[in-house]
């Protein structure tokens, strides 16, 4: 099982920008498959970004395709989702997760850290 420790939220005005990192541990990081995920006050949570074991392969949801971006360093262990122009609709708690196995798009992921709150003011 590989830990995940998640950093960078807060708050942000909107259309500013924040960058989130995890750290993973106690696992072989270039293994896994790496998302971001986000949990809004009353709604279900939902998969934002993705990124396969080798960083050549990237998935993002619709809503913040072009304005986030998510990218690992498999030597340090490491995913990032930096986030520009943000929107109140992007307030949330943002989780980082991990999944070994095959690339394929999916939200069944079994690792997961404690998350970090964005929140975007109007």
């Known amino acids: 099982q590989v830990q995940l420790v998640e950093s960078g939220g807060g708050l942000v005005q909107t259309g500013g920008s924040l960058r989130l990192s995890c750290a993973a541990s106690g696992g072989i990081f270039s293994g896994y498959n790496m998302a971001w995920f986000r949990r809004a006050p009353g709604k279900e949570r939902e998969l934002v970004a993705a990124?396969?074991?080798?960083?050549?392969?990237?998935h993002y949801k619709d809503s913040v395709r072009g304005r986030f971006a998510i990218s690992r360093e498999n030597t340090k262990s490491t995913v990032d989702l930096e986030m520009n122009d943000l929107k109140p609709e992007d307030t949330a708690v943002y989780y980082c997760?991990?999944?070994?196995?095959?690339?394929?798009?999916?939200?069944?992921?079994?690792?997961w850290g404690q998350g970090t709150q964005v929140t975007v003011s109007s």
């Open positions: 990124v396969s074991r080798s960083g050549l392969s990237t």
């Open positions: 997760a991990a999944k070994s196995g095959p690339w394929y798009i999916s939200e069944e992921y079994d690792n």
